[in-house]
């Protein structure tokens, strides 16, 4: 059973930075899909980042430029370093992982899913 753990979350004013982390544990994502996602209360769940198995990434267009994704290379770990924090970055964040093929980049149909972790940014 793939099991995926968030931390890193927490509160933070305008402007600064955290890292989000994703353990990995009952099969090691070592060539998979893996993203970050987030979720306001009462808004669609958005796709944030994504890595492939080739390590091509991709990005939110709210999140370019601050926001990198990142992985160790056995695979056992994800981050987002998030960097800039505004108040619209406020959201519950979810690492994912194993869309079928194809679909990493589109941000669609990730099998596996984490608890989540809460980033606050205050103004």
């Known amino acids: 059973q793939v099991q995926l753990v968030e931390s890193g979350g927490g509160s933070v004013q305008s402007g600064g930075s955290l890292r989000l982390s994703c353990e990995t544990s009952?099969?090691?994502?070592?060539?998979?899909?893996m993203g970050w996602f987030r979720q306001i209360p009462g808004k669609e769940r958005e796709g944030v980042a994504s890595i492939d198995v080739d390590g091509s990434t991709t990005y939110a267009d709210s999140v370019k430029g601050r926001f990198t994704i990142s992985q160790e290379p056995d695979g056992s770990t994800l981050y987002l370093q998030m960097n800039s924090l505004q108040p619209e970055d406020t959201a519950m964040y979810y690492c994912?992982?194993?869309?079928?093929?194809?679909?990493?980049?589109?941000?669609?149909?990730?099998?596996?899913w984490g608890q989540g972790t809460q980033v606050t940014v205050s103004s």
């Open positions: 994912a992982a194993e869309p079928p093929l194809g679909y990493c980049a589109r941000f669609l149909e990730y099998n596996y």
């Open positions: 009952g099969n090691r994502y070592t060539k998979h899909c």
